[in-house]
């Protein structure tokens, strides 16, 4: 398995309050994915970091910032929680970003429930 | 906004059956095509890509694809209890700046019965 960890593993806040989710790999890839998986939607790219320090918006960026201060770690914040943002969130990291050879492996996720 | 379609399911076939999912994307620039399985409560595993037309084999696994109708299917042959999964399609943005970015679609779920 690659070497990628999430933190909290669950987790259950409350409306408004500020949330963060800890992404952590040790296999030095240069890409990283922040995904939320809802019912009927599949995956859906929050956001992405192409570098430390570079990060990009996803499909659905809306109440989500990060931050990458180190390869190893990509942080995602809920600003403020929202019950619409009751998810399973799952971390990617990938070595290459050619189309061809992009296998993006995935950590085990965080579920979060926003009362 | 790019999309990927997958069949609708559940899909059910029993033991021994050859189970077909099928992908359709709307960006015909996409390059390379992935199918991914997601055990219930686990995260997604990679199981194939392709980006040629054509067919790719893998064990009990091919992946066809053909760019010209914009369709990726994934047959698995001789089907199997442990089969049993949700299927994601991926399809990879097109463009030198896209970071190895993935659309997925919403999942196929595959039931074998015995």
Redesign the interface.
């Known amino acids: 398995d690659a070497g990628i960890t999430q933190s909290p593993r669950h987790k259950v806040t409350e409306t408004g309050t500020p949330v963060t989710l800890r992404c952590h790999q040790t296999e030095n890839h240069r890409?990283m994915?922040w995904?939320r998986q809802d019912p009927?939607?599949?995956?859906?790219?929050i956001h992405?970091s192409?570098g430390v320090k570079d990060t990009?918006k996803?499909?659905v960026s809306d109440g989500y910032s990060v931050s990458r201060s180190k390869t190893e770690d990509f942080l995602l914040t809920l600003e403020s929680a929202t019950s619409s943002q009751t998810s399973v969130y799952?971390c990617a990291i990938?070595e290459?970003?050619?189309?061809?050879t992009?296998?993006?492996?995935?950590?085990?996720?965080t579920r979060l429930t926003v009362l | 906004q790019k999309e990927v379609e997958q069949n609708s399911g559940p899909l059910s076939v029993p033991e021994g059956a050859i189970a077909s999912l099928n992908c359709t994307y709307s960006d015909r620039g996409s390059q390379s095509f992935f199918w991914y399985r997601q055990y219930s409560g686990k995260s997604p595993e990679l199981i194939m890509f392709i980006y040629s037309n054509g067919d790719k084999e893998d064990g009990r696994f091919t992946a066809q694809l053909n760019k010209a109708s914009q369709y990726v299917s994934l047959l698995i042959r001789d089907s199997q209890p442990s089969d049993s999964a949700t299927y994601l399609c991926a399809v990879t943005d097109a463009g030198g700046t896209s970071y190895g970015k993935l659309t997925f679609g919403q999942g196929t779920i595959l039931t074998v019965h015995p």
């Open positions: 890409y994915y995904y009927g939607h599949g995956l859906r790219l992405y192409y990009d996803g499909e799952f990938s290459s970003r050619l189309a061809r992009n296998e993006q492996f995935f950590g085990p996720g």
